[in-house]
């Protein structure tokens, strides 16, 4: 297990549902990353936090809602989504500039 | 746009031979270079980083890197099945940025 921890590790919910994803790191680290991994595709790039803002948004539908509360925190709200949606929720934390420490990751399905 | 780019494989060994993962990138003036292994289902683990022009060793990975040629690579000796894994390329961009840019990954089987 690393330093970064996510819950819930699965999570299954239908299309009118509202859940959130938390990330949480023990490591000191000043940046805070979600990413969406699908099946048979390669890592995509969701929100960047540093220092507790938002420095990227890489062009994400807004049925997913990102909040980082302070540098240990992040929370990636969800509502509305779609089965397309259903994938490995990604969460990592750095002390940028360096390598990354990414949680376990939820594995989500949608109905 | 910044691209890293990989072969996306598989890429099949015999048990005991030396496994060689590719990357290129586009951003000249990248600083960082990782290697990450991800199992099936798993999250991405850090094994390698290399930050300067040759090779750097760690039991029996070996990373090199060449900017010159904007290429980094992966060699693990003495490969086991456990090394099945997808090998994924991460670049830190110029400019001290802390946001990487991932390679699709490369699939690796060692096969007994």
């Known amino acids: 297990e690393t330093g970064v921890t996510q819950t819930p590790r699965h999570l299954v919910m239908g299309m009118t549902n509202k859940k959130s994803l938390k990330c949480e790191q023990h490591?000191?680290?000043?940046?805070m990353y979600w990413y969406k991994q699908s099946a048979k595709k390669p890592l995509e790039l969701m929100f960047v936090?540093?220092?507790?803002?938002?420095?990227e948004n890489n062009s994400v539908p807004s049925r997913f809602s990102p909040e980082c509360p302070n540098s240990s925190h992040l929370f990636l709200h969800l509502h509305t989504l779609q089965p397309e949606d259903s994938a490995l929720y990604l969460c990592?934390?750095?002390?940028?500039?360096?390598?990354?420490?990414f949680g376990p990751g939820t594995r989500l399905t949608v109905l | 746009q910044k691209e890293v780019e990989q072969n996306s494989g598989p890429l099949s060994v015999p048990e005991g031979a030396i496994a060689s993962l590719n990357c290129t990138y586009s951003?000249?003036?990248?600083?960082?270079f990782f290697w990450y292994r991800q199992y099936s289902g798993k999250s991405p683990e850090l094994i390698m980083s290399?930050?300067?022009?040759g090779d750097k060793e760690d039991g029996r990975f070996t990373a090199q890197l060449n900017k010159a040629s904007q290429y980094v690579s992966l060699l693990i000796r003495d490969s086991q099945p456990s090394d099945s894994a997808t090998y994924l390329c991460?670049?830190?961009?110029?400019?001290?940025?802390?946001?990487?840019?991932f390679g699709r990954g490369t699939s690796l089987i060692v096969h007994p």
């Open positions: 990592a934390s750095s002390h940028a500039p360096g390598q990354q420490f």
């Open positions: 490591l000191g680290h000043n940046a």
């Open positions: 936090y540093s220092l507790e803002e938002r420095v």
């Open positions: 951003d000249r003036g990248s600083q960082s």
């Open positions: 290399i930050y300067s022009n």
């Open positions: 991460a670049v830190n961009p110029s400019g001290g940025s802390y946001i990487p840019t």
